[in-house]
């Protein structure tokens, strides 16, 4: 898509993946940081890593089963905390355990039959073998992210401030956070390869971090998060390959850095000294 701008092929398709991947995993991290469900990036994370592994065991696209883990244990994450009658930071632990336990298992059931799987690629994510149709489908998922918030922004708002409020004035919370969850799902699932499964956090929570020091409406952190993760994501790609570094852990070190200097930084921390 960028080829234009990026005669590299290597490169390009690096940029282009870290690009999407950061605007998707941005807009959804303010709505998951607002309604303080962090949790989720965690257990969606290793949803989508168990599904990896079962993937490579049965040898199905990896990718694929990915998604359909991460869809899988979206649609239990609301049942299971309606049902059980545990609140979702439970129903997050509980699926982050058993997702975890299937994806050791079969780790070490292949690493026992001799099948020499490695799982570097997916806990630290790889930019260099990436295919056309996954750099399309992450830009596929950043577009319905954008859409999710724009078209459900009113109901987003609702259920931010207060969730039963927002049920009392006739907005349907329970459709609108399952769709989020699904999202979720798929948005952590695609960018698994890229990112890995144990940095996607960073992406999840850190760019709404950043924006929270600086913006005061909801509006304005939907913008300035996806703009900060994007820059700091294509930063990550150019400098990692151009100096043979791990691009998503460089690029994770560059958010921390970032997010420090912000909260040093925001006008929200600044102290006024009054002359009494």
């Given at each position: 898509?960028?080829?234009?701008?990026?005669?590299?092929?290597?490169?390009?398709?690096?940029?282009?993946?870290?690009?999407f991947?950061?605007?998707a995993?941005a807009?959804?991290?303010?709505?998951?940081?607002?309604i303080?469900?962090?949790?989720?990036?965690?257990?969606?994370?290793?949803?989508?890593?168990?599904?990896a592994?079962v993937?490579?065991?049965?040898?199905?696209?990896?990718?694929?089963s990915?998604?359909?883990?991460g869809v899988?244990?979206?649609?239990?994450?609301?049942?299971?905390?309606?049902?059980?009658?545990?609140?979702?930071d439970?129903?997050?632990?509980?699926?982050?355990?058993?997702s975890?336990?299937?994806?050791?298992f079969?780790?070490?059931?292949?690493q026992?039959l001799?099948?020499?799987?490695?799982?570097?690629?997916?806990?630290?994510?790889?930019?260099?073998?990436?295919?056309?149709?996954?750099?399309?489908?992450?830009a596929?998922?950043?577009?319905?992210?954008?859409?999710f918030?724009v078209?459900?922004y009113k109901?987003?708002t609702?259920i931010?401030?207060?969730?039963?409020?927002?049920?009392?004035i006739?907005?349907?919370?329970?459709?609108?956070?399952?769709a989020?969850?699904?999202?979720i799902?798929?948005?952590?699932?695609?960018?698994?390869?890229i990112?890995?499964?144990?940095?996607?956090?960073?992406?999840?929570?850190t760019?709404?971090?950043?924006?929270?020091?600086?913006?005061?409406?909801?509006?304005?952190?939907?913008v300035?998060?996806?703009?900060?993760?994007?820059?700091?994501s294509?930063?990550?790609?150019?400098?990692?390959?151009?100096y043979?570094?791990?691009?998503?852990?460089l690029?994770a070190?560059?958010?921390?850095v970032?997010?420090?200097?912000?909260?040093?930084?925001?006008?929200k921390?600044?102290?006024t000294?009054?002359?009494?």
């Open positions: 898509m960028l080829e234009f701008i990026i005669p590299n092929t290597v490169l390009c398709h690096a940029v282009e993946a870290m690009l991947a950061s605007v995993c807009i959804l991290g303010v709505i998951i940081t607002q303080q469900i962090s949790a989720i990036g965690f257990t969606m994370a290793h949803a989508a890593f168990a599904g592994a993937g490579l065991f049965f040898s199905i696209n990896f990718t694929l990915a998604v359909l883990a899988f244990v979206a649609m239990l994450i609301g049942p299971l905390s309606d049902r059980a009658r545990v609140t979702p439970t129903a997050l632990g509980l699926l982050f355990g058993i975890m336990a299937v994806a050791i079969f780790i070490a059931y292949m026992t001799g099948r020499g799987f490695s799982a570097m690629g997916l806990l630290f994510g790889d930019v260099i073998s990436l295919y056309n149709y996954e750099i399309w489908m992450l596929g998922i950043s577009v319905v992210a954008i859409v918030v078209l459900l109901e987003i609702g931010i401030f207060n969730r039963r409020i927002a049920e009392s006739g907005i349907r919370v329970k459709p609108v956070y399952y989020m969850l699904f999202i799902a798929f948005t952590v699932a695609l960018a698994l390869p990112i890995g499964g144990l940095l996607i956090y960073v992406w999840l929570v760019p709404a971090a950043i924006a929270l020091q600086f913006c005061y409406r909801l509006s304005a952190m939907f300035m998060a996806p703009v900060v993760a994007a820059a700091i294509v930063s990550g790609a150019v400098a990692g390959l151009e043979s570094f791990p691009v998503a852990p690029t070190v560059i958010f921390s970032v997010f420090i200097a912000s909260v040093l930084l925001s006008p921390r600044r102290i000294f009054r002359k009494s």
